[in-house]
Protein backbone atom coordinates (compact mmCIF):
# COMPACT_ATOMS: atom_id res chain seq x y z
CA UNK A 1 0.00 0.00 0.00
CA UNK A 2 2.01 3.00 -1.18
CA UNK A 3 2.01 6.07 0.96
CA UNK A 4 3.06 9.33 1.01
CA UNK A 5 5.46 10.77 4.02
CA UNK A 6 5.27 13.78 2.43
CA UNK A 7 1.78 14.15 2.53
CA UNK A 8 1.17 11.82 5.16
CA UNK A 9 -1.78 9.89 2.79
CA UNK A 10 -2.21 6.51 1.49
CA UNK A 11 -2.27 7.08 -2.20
CA UNK A 12 -6.32 5.27 -2.10
CA UNK A 13 -8.50 3.36 0.46
CA UNK A 14 -6.74 0.76 2.08
CA UNK A 15 -10.19 -1.76 1.07
CA UNK A 16 -9.25 -2.09 -3.02
CA UNK A 17 -7.88 1.06 -4.48
CA UNK A 18 -8.94 -0.47 -8.09
CA UNK A 19 -12.55 -1.08 -6.85
CA UNK A 20 -12.66 2.19 -6.09
CA UNK A 21 -11.52 3.71 -8.94
CA UNK A 22 -14.21 1.58 -10.52
CA UNK A 23 -16.88 3.35 -8.15
CA UNK A 24 -15.94 6.84 -7.66
CA UNK A 25 -14.03 7.65 -10.99
CA UNK A 26 -15.88 5.92 -13.95
CA UNK A 27 -19.28 5.47 -12.10
CA UNK A 28 -19.05 9.06 -11.21
CA UNK A 29 -18.46 10.31 -14.32
CA UNK A 30 -21.26 8.24 -16.19
CA UNK A 31 -18.35 5.78 -17.56
CA UNK A 32 -18.60 3.52 -19.66
CA UNK A 33 -21.90 4.45 -20.76
CA UNK A 34 -20.78 8.14 -22.31
CA UNK A 35 -17.97 6.27 -24.26
CA UNK A 36 -20.49 4.89 -26.82
CA UNK A 37 -21.64 8.63 -27.60
CA UNK A 38 -18.54 10.36 -28.67
CA UNK A 39 -15.55 9.35 -31.68
CA UNK A 40 -13.53 11.09 -29.11
CA UNK A 41 -13.20 11.33 -25.04
CA UNK A 42 -10.66 13.57 -23.01
CA UNK A 43 -9.88 12.09 -19.36
CA UNK A 44 -8.36 14.77 -17.02
CA UNK A 45 -6.75 13.50 -14.04
CA UNK A 46 -5.54 15.10 -11.05
CA UNK A 47 -2.24 13.21 -9.71
CA UNK A 48 -1.55 10.34 -11.50
CA UNK A 49 0.41 8.80 -8.53
CA UNK A 50 1.13 5.19 -9.35
CA UNK A 51 -0.75 5.49 -12.80
CA UNK A 52 -3.91 2.80 -10.34
CA UNK A 53 -7.15 4.77 -12.46
CA UNK A 54 -5.01 5.32 -15.39
CA UNK A 55 -4.35 1.17 -16.05
CA UNK A 56 -8.13 0.32 -14.40
CA UNK A 57 -9.82 2.81 -16.87
CA UNK A 58 -7.25 1.89 -20.02
CA UNK A 59 -8.46 -2.17 -19.17
CA UNK A 60 -11.94 -0.57 -18.99
CA UNK A 61 -12.41 1.49 -22.14
CA UNK A 62 -10.58 -1.90 -24.02
CA UNK A 63 -13.70 -3.76 -22.82
CA UNK A 64 -16.08 -1.25 -24.18
CA UNK A 65 -14.97 0.98 -27.10
CA UNK A 66 -16.32 1.13 -30.08
CA UNK A 67 -14.27 0.89 -33.20
CA UNK A 68 -12.25 3.62 -34.72
CA UNK A 69 -12.98 5.64 -31.05
CA UNK A 70 -10.18 7.21 -28.98
CA UNK A 71 -9.60 8.23 -25.76
CA UNK A 72 -6.94 10.69 -24.67
CA UNK A 73 -5.93 10.43 -20.72
CA UNK A 74 -4.29 13.72 -19.33
CA UNK A 75 -2.73 13.63 -15.65
CA UNK A 76 -1.06 16.24 -13.90
CA UNK A 77 1.49 14.98 -11.65
CA UNK A 78 4.10 16.97 -9.73
CA UNK A 79 6.40 14.03 -8.48
CA UNK A 80 6.09 11.49 -10.66
CA UNK A 81 7.19 7.80 -10.26
CA UNK A 82 9.74 5.85 -11.44
CA UNK A 83 9.19 2.57 -13.53
CA UNK A 84 10.16 0.64 -10.71
CA UNK A 85 7.82 1.93 -8.52
CA UNK A 86 4.92 1.85 -10.48
CA UNK A 87 5.58 -1.43 -10.81
CA UNK A 88 5.94 -2.27 -7.46
CA UNK A 89 2.87 -0.91 -6.67
CA UNK A 90 0.06 -2.17 -9.45
CA UNK A 91 1.72 -5.94 -9.25
CA UNK A 92 -0.95 -6.30 -6.41
CA UNK A 93 -3.83 -6.43 -9.32
CA UNK A 94 -3.65 -9.18 -11.83
CA UNK A 95 -6.85 -7.71 -13.02
CA UNK A 96 -4.64 -4.95 -14.39
CA UNK A 97 -1.47 -6.87 -15.23
CA UNK A 98 -1.26 -6.62 -18.81
CA UNK A 99 -1.77 -2.44 -18.76
CA UNK A 100 0.70 -2.65 -16.17
CA UNK A 101 3.60 -4.34 -17.99
CA UNK A 102 2.64 -1.99 -21.18
CA UNK A 103 2.67 1.01 -19.32
CA UNK A 104 6.51 0.08 -17.26
CA UNK A 105 7.69 -1.11 -20.33
CA UNK A 106 7.42 1.80 -22.10
CA UNK A 107 7.20 4.74 -18.80
CA UNK A 108 10.46 7.18 -19.18
CA UNK A 109 14.02 6.45 -17.00
CA UNK A 110 13.36 10.41 -16.31
CA UNK A 111 9.84 10.94 -16.54
CA UNK A 112 9.80 14.95 -16.97
CA UNK A 113 7.90 18.14 -19.17
CA UNK A 114 5.23 15.73 -20.37
CA UNK A 115 5.41 12.28 -20.88
CA UNK A 116 3.45 11.31 -24.24
CA UNK A 117 2.74 7.64 -24.88
CA UNK A 118 0.68 5.88 -27.45
CA UNK A 119 -0.28 2.67 -25.40
CA UNK A 120 -2.28 1.32 -28.07
CA UNK A 121 -4.42 2.30 -31.42
CA UNK A 122 -7.15 3.92 -29.66
CA UNK A 123 -5.67 4.79 -25.89
CA UNK A 124 -3.11 7.83 -26.11
CA UNK A 125 -1.46 8.90 -22.10
CA UNK A 126 0.10 12.57 -21.30
CA UNK A 127 1.10 12.99 -18.17
CA UNK A 128 2.17 16.60 -17.67
CA UNK A 129 4.85 16.78 -14.72
CA UNK A 130 5.21 19.85 -12.50
CA UNK A 131 2.11 21.63 -10.14
CA UNK A 132 -1.47 20.73 -11.82
CA UNK A 133 -2.18 24.78 -11.45
CA UNK A 134 0.43 25.45 -13.85
CA UNK A 135 -0.57 22.39 -16.13
CA UNK A 136 -4.28 23.20 -15.98
CA UNK A 137 -3.77 26.25 -16.79
CA UNK A 138 -1.93 25.58 -19.77
CA UNK A 139 -3.81 22.59 -21.32
CA UNK A 140 -6.55 23.51 -24.43
CA UNK A 141 -9.93 23.14 -23.05
CA UNK A 142 -12.31 20.18 -23.98
CA UNK A 143 -12.00 17.69 -21.10
CA UNK A 144 -14.86 15.45 -20.98
CA UNK A 145 -14.41 14.27 -17.66
CA UNK A 146 -12.54 14.62 -14.74
CA UNK A 147 -11.29 12.50 -11.64
CA UNK A 148 -9.72 14.96 -8.88
CA UNK A 149 -7.64 12.87 -6.73
CA UNK A 150 -5.40 14.61 -4.91
CA UNK A 151 -4.69 13.56 -1.80
CA UNK A 152 -7.11 14.38 1.58
CA UNK A 153 -8.22 17.98 0.98
CA UNK A 154 -6.52 18.57 4.57
CA UNK A 155 -3.23 17.70 3.61
CA UNK A 156 -2.70 18.40 -0.23
CA UNK A 157 -4.43 22.29 0.23
CA UNK A 158 -2.80 23.09 -3.52
CA UNK A 159 -4.52 20.52 -5.11
CA UNK A 160 -8.46 21.51 -4.12
CA UNK A 161 -7.96 25.15 -4.12
CA UNK A 162 -10.55 27.43 -5.53
CA UNK A 163 -8.06 29.16 -8.15
CA UNK A 164 -7.45 24.76 -10.05
CA UNK A 165 -11.57 23.69 -9.44
CA UNK A 166 -11.98 27.00 -11.60
CA UNK A 167 -9.52 25.70 -14.16
CA UNK A 168 -11.01 22.57 -14.05
CA UNK A 169 -14.81 23.73 -14.82
CA UNK A 170 -13.25 26.97 -17.14
CA UNK A 171 -11.66 23.82 -19.21
CA UNK A 172 -14.13 21.21 -19.28
CA UNK A 173 -15.94 20.43 -22.42
CA UNK A 174 -20.13 21.57 -22.51
CA UNK A 175 -21.61 18.49 -20.34
CA UNK A 176 -17.81 18.00 -18.83
CA UNK A 177 -18.37 16.68 -15.45
CA UNK A 178 -15.86 15.37 -12.73
CA UNK A 179 -16.12 13.04 -9.56
CA UNK A 180 -13.86 12.46 -6.48
CA UNK A 181 -13.94 10.65 -3.15
CA UNK A 182 -13.54 13.88 -1.36
CA UNK A 183 -16.35 15.11 0.52
CA UNK A 184 -15.32 18.17 2.33
CA UNK A 185 -17.49 21.17 2.59
CA UNK A 186 -14.99 23.51 0.88
CA UNK A 187 -14.49 21.25 -1.81
CA UNK A 188 -18.37 21.20 -2.78
CA UNK A 189 -18.44 24.68 -2.26
CA UNK A 190 -14.95 25.54 -4.41
CA UNK A 191 -16.89 23.68 -7.20
CA UNK A 192 -20.30 24.93 -6.98
CA UNK A 193 -18.73 28.27 -6.76
CA UNK A 194 -16.87 27.72 -10.02
CA UNK A 195 -19.76 26.45 -12.11
CA UNK A 196 -20.72 22.85 -11.58
CA UNK A 197 -24.09 21.40 -10.32
CA UNK A 198 -22.78 19.25 -7.81
CA UNK A 199 -24.35 15.56 -6.68
CA UNK A 200 -23.26 13.96 -3.33
CA UNK A 201 -23.36 10.21 -3.68
CA UNK A 202 -22.79 7.15 -1.60
CA UNK A 203 -18.93 6.83 -1.25
CA UNK A 204 -17.05 3.71 -1.95
CA UNK A 205 -16.64 1.12 1.45
CA UNK A 206 -17.79 2.83 4.14
CA UNK A 207 -16.84 6.04 3.06
CA UNK A 208 -20.49 8.17 3.63
CA UNK A 209 -19.99 10.56 0.56
CA UNK A 210 -18.40 11.60 -1.94
CA UNK A 211 -18.90 14.06 -4.99
CA UNK A 212 -19.75 14.12 -8.86
CA UNK A 213 -21.39 16.94 -10.71
CA UNK A 214 -21.44 18.31 -14.42
CA UNK A 215 -20.57 21.78 -15.70
CA UNK A 216 -23.57 24.19 -15.95
CA UNK A 217 -26.75 25.07 -13.88
CA UNK A 218 -29.14 22.13 -14.45
CA UNK A 219 -32.00 22.09 -12.56
CA UNK A 220 -33.50 18.36 -11.44
CA UNK A 221 -36.05 18.31 -14.02
CA UNK A 222 -33.30 17.89 -16.19
CA UNK A 223 -30.68 15.34 -14.50
C1 LIG B 1 -3.91 10.28 -4.08
S1 LIG B 1 -2.47 10.38 -5.07
C2 LIG B 1 -3.06 9.98 -6.71
C3 LIG B 1 -3.29 8.51 -6.95
C4 LIG B 1 -3.34 8.17 -8.42
N1 LIG B 1 -4.46 8.75 -9.10
C5 LIG B 1 -3.24 6.69 -8.68
O1 LIG B 1 -4.04 6.17 -9.49
O2 LIG B 1 -2.33 6.07 -8.14
C6 LIG B 1 -2.22 12.13 -5.22
C7 LIG B 1 -1.14 12.54 -6.19
O3 LIG B 1 -1.15 13.96 -6.31
C8 LIG B 1 0.17 14.41 -6.49
N2 LIG B 1 0.22 15.84 -6.14
C9 LIG B 1 0.15 16.41 -4.91
N3 LIG B 1 0.19 17.77 -5.01
C10 LIG B 1 0.25 18.06 -6.33
C11 LIG B 1 0.28 19.28 -7.07
N4 LIG B 1 0.25 20.47 -6.48
N5 LIG B 1 0.32 19.20 -8.42
C12 LIG B 1 0.33 17.98 -9.06
N6 LIG B 1 0.31 16.81 -8.40
C13 LIG B 1 0.27 16.83 -7.06
C14 LIG B 1 0.97 13.52 -5.56
O4 LIG B 1 2.34 13.50 -5.92
C15 LIG B 1 0.27 12.17 -5.75
O5 LIG B 1 0.89 11.40 -6.75
Known sequence: MPYSTAFGDHFYCQTDGRLECGHVFLDGNGLPARWQEQATFLIGELGFGTALNFCET??????????????????????????????RALSRWPEIDSERKALVAMWPKDPKDTVELRLDEQTRLSVVCGPALEGV??????????????????????????????LVHDRS????????????????????????????????????EMLCGVKGRITPRFR
Open 173 to 208: APGGTFATYAAAGFVRRSLQAAGFTVERRKGFAGKR
Open 58 to 87: WRQWKLNRSAGAELHFMSFELYPMQAEEID
Open 137 to 166: RNAAPGFDAWYLDGFAPSRNSDMWSPELLQ
